[in-house]
């Protein structure tokens, strides 16, 4: 059998959806954390549709059979860069040889890329894949950020010992302090993700007022020692459900930290979840930000990763040549 590649078109959609459903199947026997709506096909369906109608991506056959594709979208800015980006549901591939047809399907992809003015690709993959994970470090990736999960059974210790009580409206200043904080954090070494993050009174109105969303602080005695917010998401870019929150920003002050402060506040907001009606909780966060990785893989586990390459930007101009 010999498989061959051809620009992915609009008809190829309805086998992508049910291919993908297939290996997210198959992931989800490995890992019952994930989410289980997109064993759907009907789910991935309409979202493959809208990047096959731009004709953004290629398609594997053999013998006439779709066994693999690969769809990439333009992000005019990623950490500064024009980027192209494969979602998690915009790939998959079966049989024998998956990494080496995935290989041949990036391949077939970079050159429009570059050209789009591209120089950074970046792909989620589940992480259970461990053939398709291990490919894209063999053509030049490496990791950018852990997308993880965990079930709601108590957090693990040790606790600090501090108060910590739901924000309200009264609290917008201390949030807003605390949040300040973060984005020092992850701006300077080692994250060095620069957010320019100057968040609107609206936002802070928001998330301090609207009891979907939750915002906890730690206090020990009189002064605020740390913060942790989660809502519900939405994000077609992301591993997720209505039975899913997602932890969205958690921050400790630099001289109280390993005291067991972050696992309080992890503490209450999973025993939220439940009482909520959530299954699981969430967190993605960048590999570079060692103290958070630290953190977070003590309590959650990885169910999908984003993994970059950076080109060097010369290729924008007279181009690379293939080597003899």
């Not at 399907?105 to 398709?132: F, N, P, R």
């Not at 910590?164 to 200043?173: I, L, M, N, Q």
């Not at 994250?191 to 009891?211: N, S």
């Not at 921050?251 to 402060?261: E, F, H, P, S």
Request: net charge negative; with cysteine; charged share 25%.
């Amino acid at each position: 059998m010999t498989r061959k590649l051809t620009a992915f078109e609009p008809g190829h959609s309805s086998a992508a959806a049910r291919l993908f459903a297939e290996s997210y199947r198959t992931a989800r026997e490995q890992d019952p954390l994930l989410p289980p709506r997109f064993e759907d096909p009907q789910v991935v369906e309409p979202r493959i549709g809208e990047m096959a109608e731009k004709r953004l991506g290629v398609a594997a056959l053999t013998d006439g059979v779709l066994t693999g594709y690969l769809l990439g979208r333009v992000i005019p800015s990623w950490r500064g860069a024009r980027t192209a980006y494969v979602p998690f549901w915009a790939h998959a591939v079966s049989g024998e040889e998956r990494g080496r047809a995935m290989e041949d399907m990036y391949s077939a992809l970079t050159g429009g890329w570059t050209s789009d003015g591209c120089t950074v690709h970046l792909a989620t993959v589940l992480a259970q894949d461990k053939e398709i994970v291990d490919t894209l470090f063999r053509v030049g990736h490496g990791m950018a950020v852990y997308d993880t999960m965990r079930d709601l059974r108590p957090v693990d210790g040790p606790f600090a010992d501090v108060n910590v009580r739901r924000a309200g409206p009264e609290d917008r200043d201390t949030f807003h302090s605390l949040r300040a904080g973060l984005v020092d954090y992850l701006s300077g070494p080692p994250v060095f993700l620069v957010t320019g993050e100057d968040k609107a009174e609206e936002y802070y109105r928001d998330w301090l007022g609207d009891r979907s969303k939750a915002v906890w602080l730690a206090y020990r005695g009189a002064e605020a020692a740390g913060y942790l917010q989660a809502c519900r998401l939405d994000e077609k870019v992301l591993v997720t459900d209505d039975r899913t929150a997602w932890v969205q920003g958690a921050y400790t002050r630099q001289d109280l930290r390993n005291q067991g402060i972050a696992a309080a506040l992890l503490r209450e907001c999973v025993e939220w979840a439940g009482s909520e009606g959530f299954e699981r909780l969430a967190v993605d966060f960048e590999g570079e930000n060692v103290l958070g990785r630290r953190f977070w893989l003590k309590h959650f586990e990885p169910v999908a990763v984003s993994l970059v390459r950076h080109l060097d930007v010369r290729c924008l101009g007279e181009g690379i040549q293939a080597a003899d």
